[in-house]
Each structure stands twice: as C-alpha cells, then as structure tokens.
C-alpha cells in the first residue's frame, strides 16, 4: 500500500530535523575552528592547510571508489536475506574491500611523490605528506562505517558520529598546537587521534554480533558495487576540481597568502550551505525514488516541485542575509586580516547555494540511471571552470577566482537542469520566485542599513531583524505558505485535544 502523502511529508521533514540539528552543530564546530586557526597559523600555513584539505577531499573520492552509493543501494536487500549471506557478506565485502583500496591508494600517492616529485617539494612538506597519507587512511575506514549506519537509516548515530568528528578532531587538534607545537603536523595528528579513536567506537557498535571474515568475501557483489558505483567517482572529483581548482591557480598567480585569504571567505559560504543543503540533499533523494515506486511519475513531480519552492523561498534570505552580514562575519570569525575576502562572497555564496540544490534539478537523470551524464555534464564544467580562472585570475585576482565558479556552477545547472527535465520535469513556478527575491532584497536592504558596527552585536541583531522582515512579507504573499501555516495552527488543538481524550481513556482503563 502505497503511503499517503502526510506521512511521507512528515518523514521528510523529520528527516530534514534530524540532519539539520547535526549540521548545525557542525557548522558551528567551524565557526569555533576558523577563529582558532585562523591566528594560530600564518597566512601562508593556513593557505598550505587550506591546499592540504583539498588533496585529501580528492584521495578520500578515490578510496570510496562508488561505494558508498553502492551501501545504500543494496543493504536492504541483504537485510531482508534476499541476498545470500545476509549482512555478514555485505559488511565484510565492503569493509575489507574499502580498506584495499584505501592501501592501494596510499601507497599510489607515495610512489608518485618520492618518485616524481620529491626533490622538488620542501623537505617539510615532505614528513607533512606523510602524516596525510595516514589521515587518508583513517579518514576513508572512518567513512566506511559511518555510511554503514546511513544504510541501515540510523540518522540519529551518524549525526552523533559525524558531530564526534568534528569536535574530537578539533579538540586534540588544538590542544597539539597549543601546547606542542604550532605546525601543520600537530593539527592533522590530531585529527587522526580523533578518527582512530572513533573507528574504535563504531566497531563495537557495528560489529557486536558479527565481525567481517575474508571468508565473507563476495567477489562477485565486489564487482556489482563497483559497477554501482564507478561513476560516482569521476562525478565527486570532478565536483571536488571545480571547487579546489581555483585555490591551486590562486597558488601559481598569487601565493599561499592569497589561498588562505579566498579559503576564508569559500570555507565561510560552504558551512552556510551545508547547514542549509546538506540535509536536503542526504533526505530527498531516498524519498523520491520512494515516492516513485509506489506512486509514480505525477506524485514524484509534484513532491519534487514543492520541496524546490519551498527550498528556493528559504535559500533567498539566507544568501541575501550572508552578505548584509559578510563584514561583520569575517571581522569577529577570522579576524581584520582577512577583511580581503568579504568581496567575493557574494558570488562564491550564490555558486555554492546554486550547486546545493543539484539532487532537485537532476533528479529525474538519477531515476533514470543516466548517472553516467553526471559525470561528463561535471568534468565539462571543471574543464570551462579551469579556462576561466586562467582567463580571470590574472585581470581580477580573487573576484576573478569568485565570479569564475559562479558562472561555472550557473552553466553546469543549466545544463543538468536541460537535460533532467526530458525525463522529469520539474514546475517551477516563475511568479512566486520573483515575488520571494523582491522580499530578500527589501531584507538585505534593510538590514545593510541598520546603524550596527561589524561587532558581535550587529551578528546578533541584524539576523533577528531580518527574519522578521522576511518572514512577514512571505507569510503576506505566499497564500501555500499561508495555507500551510493555518493548517499547523489548526492541527495542534486537534492534537491537543486527541491527547487529552486518549489520557481519559487511559485513566478509565485503569
């Protein structure tokens, strides 16, 4: 029996609840470590810390090789024992499976640079390079287990476990650095004391009843997985090229002083976006292939075309309100040295919030199984990104760097959008999103306005301000919104008074 459209909206939205909590405070975890590292480090260690990053976002992309995918894909139906094997087969193929191809791409990265690049890096960055062979190590088994708990939909674990992450890594990190010394080395140290220890952890939650066997082994689900999941390699690193691309070229043409000022301002737009996108990203996408298989093509339009309404009406303040507070963010987070970077956030905001809602607009190729168009719609784009950097970087500089990933995240959506929509189309109505920019932009007026100095009190007030102001011209003239709201306010005497009944009931049972 197909589900009926409140419980799949509650679902969602409990989802949505569950995954934004942890971002937030993971986001805040980056609000607390910007500070820290930011005067801890030098410009240039911290634009070397920044390029660090980069290399291991890509190496983590090669070591999950598709997998990841492919664990959500296929454990229910080893869960449901319609696998033979059941779930000693599927963790132990791709636990043991993962950590292979962790080895084997380590040990690729270290052939290439005391082969080919030693002598012509320095020494220090050398011993660096080893400590982040390690940490793509620990980082890629400590992926693999999380992902194992997103399998099996246990949202509550992974946030706790990805929140872990974030404040154990940073508190080992800091403590290094304060108190031992104040390199790079001592912070990435750090961060694989905390995913050791963590791996730990997960091990005896995971495994209490069964623990992976090389006798488990399944060659022949090794090689569906890959299938599964091969494409989705050349699509997060191209993804990962696009975003990092620009830092390399900004080291060619600038210097590591100019990254860690470009770092600062990007790192600042992607916390925002993940704390907005990432929960709408790790929930839509099982939900409408649900919506799909039990109720069909029109059911899965009109879900997706609502949840981007309302996903553009809550993305518009957040860019608009970013950027009235851009000055004041940069000034208490990073400090008055990187004041620099408050001009390019307003593209690189808008490049990151365009990308975010990529599993709306591409839905109907991931339905589809075209994922392999993913992959080539994306290496186009990091290709287009890469010429206009080289184009832009040497007449603008950083907001040469910033208006070169907005175009590119611009053109990429419009192509995915392009070519989702021969398989399903979207609704996107026009009027309403006029309407919605019109409000953000009566907001960020307002709020750039208000007589506040870039201190902590303007990243106070001015918020409260804006959301007020925003939310009221909505609620005026977005007559769905308005719907919805009477609905919510009508539904809690209902519920109240169903709860008093059932305690009357109870009280004459008993």
């Not at 139906?77 to 993962?98: A, I």
């Not at 009843?209 to 494409?231: N, V």
């Not at 709306?360 to 206009?388: R, W």
């Not at 109240?496 to 059932?502: G, I, K, V």
Request: glycine share 6%; hydrophobic share 55%.
């Amino acid at each position: 029996m197909a589900p009926s459209s409140q419980p799949l909206a509650n679902k969602f939205f409990r989802q949505i609840g569950h995954y934004s909590l942890g971002n937030i405070l993971i986001m805040l975890s980056g609000f607390i470590s910007l500070p820290l590292l930011t005067r801890i480090f030098s410009k240039s260690q911290y634009g070397y810390l920044s390029l660090i990053m980069i290399v291991l976002w890509m190496s983590l992309t090669l070591t999950k090789a598709g997998l990841q995918e492919s664990a959500v894909r296929f454990y229910t139906e080893f869960k449901l024992q319609n696998r033979p094997g059941g779930l000693n087969v599927f963790y132990s193929t791709l636990l043991l499976s993962s950590v292979a191809i962790s080895l084997g791409v380590v040990a690729s990265l270290w052939a290439v640079l005391h082969l080919g690049l030693k002598n012509r890096l320095d020494p220090a960055l050398v011993h660096t390079s080893l400590l982040v062979f390690v940490w793509i190590f620990t980082g890629s088994i400590y992926m693999r287990l999380v992902n194992f708990l997103r399998a099996a939909q246990k949202t509550g674990t992974v946030n706790i476990f990805l929140v872990l992450q974030k404040y154990v890594g940073l508190a080992l990190s800091v403590v290094l650095l304060l108190f031992v010394s104040r390199r790079i080395e001592s912070f990435i140290i750090g961060q694989i004391a905390a995913e050791t220890i963590l791996i730990a952890a997960l091990f005896l939650i995971l495994f209490r009843d069964r623990y992976p066997k090389s006798t488990d082994f399944s060659p022949t689900f090794f090689k569906e997985c890959l299938a599964f999941g091969l494409p989705f390699i050349s699509l997060e690193m191209s993804t990962f090229l696009i975003k990092s691309a620009d830092r390399f070229l900004l080291q060619l043409f600038m210097g590591a002083e100019a990254v860690a000022v470009y770092s600062v301002g990007s790192n600042l737009c992607l916390y925002l976006r993940d704390l907005f996108m990432f929960p709408l990203a790790y929930t839509i996408t099982p939900l409408f292939m649900e919506l799909w298989n039990e109720k069909g093509k029109e059911a899965t339009i009109q879900f997706i075309s609502t949840v981007f309404h309302y996903a553009v009406m809550a993305a518009l303040p957040l860019v608009f309100g970013f950027i009235a507070l851009s000055e004041s963010v940069v000034f208490v987070l990073a400090s008055e040295k990187y004041l620099d970077s408050v001009p390019i956030i307003p593209y690189l905001l808008a490049g990151s919030i365009l990308w975010g809602f990529f599993p709306l607009y591409s839905a109907g190729i991931y339905i589809h199984k075209k994922t392999k168009y993913l992959s080539i719609f994306v290496f186009i784009s990091f290709l287009f990104n890469g010429a206009l950097n080289i184009i832009l970087i040497p007449r603008m500089q950083l907001v040469g760097a910033a208006i070169a990933t907005l175009v590119t995240y611009l053109f990429l959506a419009i192509i995915l959008m392009a070519f989702s929509h021969r398989y399903l189309e979207i609704r996107m109505t026009f009027a309403p999103m006029l309407k919605m920019l019109g409000a953000a932009l009566i907001m960020y007026k307002a709020v750039e306005s208000l007589p506040l100095d870039r201190g902590i009190v303007a990243l106070i007030v001015k918020p409260v301000v804006g959301m007020t102001i925003y939310g009221g011209l909505m609620i005026a003239i977005d007559k769905p919104l308005r719907q919805r709201m009477q609905q919510i306010i009508r539904s809690k005497p209902q519920q109240s008074a169903a709860h008093s009944s059932d305690s009357l009931g109870e009280q004459r049972n008993a």
